[in-house]
């Protein structure tokens, strides 16, 4: 039963950096965004997964956060953005997807090396998902610096964010008052980026983070 | 008289996020004015009682200690003479419709609960808790940054925002590392996140985890901070905002991302397995510094060159404190001090200088001395305590980091003298510019008020020539703390 219990945390904790790959060679938007909703589906299984096998039933309130909050409530709003921006177009990506592959590969294996070095002590458990929350938090930093538009931007944060729950969830009796923060700073988190968005929007007709840098105060 | 020293506590929390709901309400933008500055004064005052009250013991969320009251009374001082400059600069901008009264009624709450973010920041004894506030701290700032709505500060706000909370996100997986370390010795719960528990067993941690999360916790603060390689956001956030933004930008905010980075740097001391901080330290520290001195040599926009002087200086604190041991403790804190005074006065004769000239290229303002002499002077003290020339008080503590490198790794000191002659330099020859020879661009006199600046600068130059000795005991022994 523990082996199964921990395969079963393994399982679900390593899809979701698979999914954190496949939001590396996504090149629409909308196709972007529900790779993020599945994303945060995957999360979600794994919160409620701690939350089983540590019995700590206000993780299921964590679990039913990303559920509702990421899974659902952010991509639809994001899909009625990017419509009524008149953006679905293709993604430029700045680094070509081959390249960003070969540097998700890398960042992975540092973390993986990085973390199973320094935890030889901790529980099993535990030292996988922090080495696999730090290869999300790593991979969500890539899509961030790959991608120029402010959308996928936002969206490679949000999954960034998704690896800080996986590790927050992943340590033992992690006190409420962070997991409250994580979920309530996301939310901030979001409200502030539709704000620029909005606004990006009214004074650029665009939300290419690219085509700010024109207006530059001076040039580097 | 515990319980009247809790409200100490209580008062530098709730007046300004009380404040802040109140700002919120109100329309009129005089009396908004007014009242942030009445609210920030009051949080000064409730600041000043945490000298003479009993502290209340450590709790699970709030601490105060000698380390951290340097640290309110400071911000809460700067916090109060900001206000008072902003009420002035914001009358401009509002004259000259930059400003919307709207935006003004935003500008003024969002004022009050970056103040109670910065406070909990200084005050909180749980690192979870304390990872909130700097980033409830962070948001504010980014909003107010893109308060004119322009391209400019459009694009700094989204990058400070983007930067800011990658910075964040490290410094929160940092964090949870901490807690890693702490929950097989403390026990599982909140205790494993308390800080005045965790610096007591921190000697009994895993000494590996720890070194990995300080790195996190490092480069994650680091960020705030505005230490080299991760500085990028800091000019352009300081540039595009309100002036009175870019004066708790660079005299409050990056003060709190350092505090948190010297509480974790104490937890690591406290265990002897433990990567040194100090080298980590010292290194960003040095790097800023002479990173930030060229930088200084090219810049054509005047918040911008003042953005620079602020990541060198952060470098000297972070150099100083990297370093470690009483007198370079001691040197850091005043210089913390020092530059957080300093540099505020410049930004607020900057923000009344960008006024009257309409502009904030440095090749469009000249001869200020003769035009605005009031301005025209502030700065050239202002510039002049910031570039370390004696005897103003940056002279000494920069004097004093100076010597106690030489006396503990004197190559170390090349480097750092050298970083320090390249920024002075640049200084002087930008401020012979700006303030003396044939005045140049607007001459409409000022309604500033020069009561912020200059008691910022009189402080300065008091530093510089005499401190009080219960001032420098209590420094010493802060320094003692810092190991």
């Not at chain 2, 009374?73 to 709207?102: D, M, Q």
Request: aromatic letters at 10%.
């Amino acid at each position: 039963m523990n082996g199964l219990t921990f395969d079963i945390a393994h399982l679900l904790a390593g899809s979701l950096v698979l999914v954190s790959f496949m939001m590396l060679y996504q090149d629409r938007l909308f196709a972007l965004i529900n790779v993020f909703a599945l994303h945060a589906v995957v999360l979600a299984l794994s919160v409620a997964w701690q939350a089983y096998i540590q019995d700590a039933h206000h993780l299921y309130i964590t679990a039913a956060i990303a559920l509702v909050f990421k899974a659902v409530v952010i991509p639809v709003g994001l899909h009625r953005i990017i419509q009524r921006l008149g953006i679905h177009r293709d993604i430029e990506t700045a680094v070509g997807i081959g390249p960003t592959m070969l540097a998700g590969i890398g960042l992975v294996t540092l973390s993986m090396v990085l973390m199973l070095r320094v935890t030889p002590e901790a529980d099993p458990l535990a030292r996988e998902d922090l080495a696999f929350a730090l290869s999300i938090i790593l991979l969500g930093l890539l899509v961030m610096v790959t991608r120029r538009n402010a959308v996928s931007q936002v969206v490679g944060f949000m999954s960034l964010e998704n690896g800080l729950v996986l590790a927050a969830t992943g340590a033992k009796g992690m006190p409420l008052v962070v997991e409250i923060s994580v979920a309530f700073s996301i939310l901030i988190a979001f409200i502030v980026i539709g704000v620029f968005l909005f606004r990006i929007r009214e004074r650029f007709d665009s939300v290419d983070v690219g085509a700010l840098d024109d207006y530059r105060g001076e040039r580097r | 008289m515990t319980a009247f020293s809790f409200d100490a506590v209580a008062a530098i929390l709730f007046i300004p996020a009380g404040a802040a709901a109140i700002l919120a309400a109100l329309p009129n933008y005089k009396m908004t004015a007014s009242v942030n500055v009445a609210a920030s004064f009051l949080t000064l005052l409730a600041a000043l009682s945490l000298f003479v009250t009993d502290r209340p013991a450590p709790g699970q969320y709030l601490i105060v200690d000698d380390l951290n009251i340097v640290f309110i009374v400071l911000n809460t001082f700067v916090g109060f003479t900001t206000s008072v400059f902003s009420a002035s600069y914001i009358a401009h901008e509002l004259e000259t419709g930059r400003l919307t009264a709207p935006n003004l009624r935003f500008y003024h709450a969002m004022y009050q609960i970056m103040m109670f973010g910065m406070n909990l920041a200084f005050v909180s004894n749980n690192i979870g808790l304390m990872w909130v506030a700097v980033e409830l701290a962070t948001l504010t700032t980014v909003l107010m940054v893109g308060i004119y709505r322009t391209h400019e500060a459009l694009e700094a706000a989204w990058k400070y925002f983007i930067l800011g909370s990658v910075g964040i996100a490290l410094a929160l997986f940092g964090t949870i590392l901490v807690y890693m370390a702490a929950q097989p010795v403390v026990g599982a719960g909140t205790n494993a996140m308390v800080w005045s528990v965790l610096i007591d067993k921190a000697a009994h941690f895993d000494p590996a985890l720890l070194s990995v999360a300080f790195i996190f916790l490092l480069l994650g603060y680091g960020t705030k901070v505005g230490l080299a390689p991760l500085h990028a956001w800091l000019p352009d956030a300081h540039a595009e905002g309100p002036t009175p933004i870019s004066a708790v930008l660079s005299g409050l905010l990056l003060n709190v991302a350092l505090y948190a980075v010297l509480r974790f740097k104490l937890l690591l001391a406290a265990s002897p397995e433990a990567i040194g901080p100090g080298p980590l330290m010292a290194t960003m520290g040095l790097t800023s510094l002479i990173f930030a001195a060229f930088m200084l040599y090219r810049r054509r926009d005047i918040k911008r060159l003042f953005a620079y002087s602020s990541i060198e200086h952060m470098g000297i604190i972070v150099f100083a404190f990297g370093m470690g041991g009483p007198l370079a403790n001691f040197a850091g804190l005043l210089h913390m001090v020092m530059h957080s005074l300093t540099k505020s006065a410049i930004f607020f004769a900057v923000g009344h200088i960008a006024q009257v000239k309409g502009t904030q290229k440095i090749s469009e303002i000249r001869g200020l001395t003769e035009s605005h002499p009031g301005l025209g002077w502030a700065l050239v003290i202002g510039v002049v305590a910031i570039a370390g020339l004696p005897p103003l008080g940056i002279f000494m503590s920069e004097f004093l980091v100076v010597s106690s490198t030489f006396a503990r790794y004197p190559w170390l000191a090349i480097p750092l003298v050298f970083g320090l002659l390249i920024a002075f330099g640049a200084l002087l020859l930008r401020l012979t510019g700006l303030a003396f020879g044939e005045p140049r661009g607007g001459t409409a006199p000022v309604e500033a008020s020069y009561v912020p600046m200059y008691s910022h600068l009189a402080l300065v130059f008091t530093a510089g020539i005499y401190l009080p000795a219960p001032l420098v005991a209590w420094f010493q022994h802060v320094a003692g703390i810092l190991g």
